[in-house]
């Protein structure tokens, strides 16, 4: 099974191995869970400790021994929801803190595909109700269709109409994929770059689609002003 969503979720890859093997089991020992996992004792008992602390394991002692049993799967969604609501009571203090910051950077890097994501929610928070994109490839596919979904409706939710400028290779997928408040347009085959720029209120992010994808937000208002006037003249020329 897919175990990266976990470890999307906080879990170390050792939490992932003993719950995946108790979930198996059923009720056990120790012993046989580090029969099942392959990890050393030390570390599965450790394991145990953290995940009963989380309540996503329980214990009941027979004899001298404890038998181990994951709790039900779904209460891993309980504790997403607890860990979200504690966040979320200090939020406003974060976001206090984070406005009387003296110097605020307009140039951040974003490296891999969590970065990314971070990049491309960034842009969401502009008050500006337009969306700009040019040059986006195939490659951007990598983010996953169900990312691609949930973030356009996020935009759609927030009232930002979008104008998307994408390479010929994605016109196929276009046509199964339409997104409600977006224009799409195509650039003539041959000009397929791997780099993607958007333009977002006083934010420019641009994107480097590689295998490790690269991206730099840039916050500043004149720039953002360019590649706007930029993209129109290149809008207008571009394909439906």
């Known amino acids: 099974m897919e175990t990266k969503i976990l470890e999307d979720l906080g879990f170390t890859n050792a939490e992932i191995k003993v719950y995946l093997a108790l979930l198996e089991t059923g009720s056990t020992s120790a012993g046989e869970i580090i029969q099942k996992s392959g990890l050393q004792s030390s570390v599965v008992h450790m394991t145990l ?26 209460h891993v969604i309980d504790y997403i929801e607890e860990k979200k609501n504690q966040f979320e009571k200090i939020l406003p203090e974060l ?9 605020k950077s307009e140039t951040v890097t974003f490296r891999g595909i969590k970065g990314i994501k971070e990049l491309l929610y960034e842009l969401l928070e502009e008050k500006d109700k337009e969306y700009l994109a040019f040059g986006s490839p195939y490659e951007s596919l990598m983010m996953g269709e169900d ?30 994929n339409k997104y409600a408040k977006t224009e ?27 295998e ?29």
């Not at 976001?95 to 110097?103: F, G, N, R, S, W």
């Not at 759609?156 to 046509?175: P, R, V, Y």
């Open 184 to 210: 799409y347009k195509f650039t003539q085959e041959g000009f397929e770059p791997l780099t993607e720029t958007i333009i977002c209120g006083e934010k420019v992010a641009i994107i480097v689609w590689t």
């Open 49 to 74: 400790n953290n995940l009963i602390s989380k309540g996503f394991v329980s214990f009941v002692k027979e004899g001298k021994r404890n038998h181990y049993q994951a709790a039900n799967p779904k």
């Open 95 to 103: 976001l206090k803190k984070q406005e009387t910051a003296k110097d």
């Open 147 to 176: 990312f691609w979904i949930n973030y356009h409706q996020k935009r759609i939710e927030k009232a930002i109409q979008a104008k998307f400028l994408f390479n010929k290779s994605l016109m196929e997928w276009c046509k199964n």
């Open 212 to 240: 490790n994808p690269v991206g730099i937000l840039i916050k500043n208002k004149t720039a953002a002003e360019s590649y706007k006037s930029f993209f129109k003249i290149i809008w207008n020329k571009a394909t439906k």
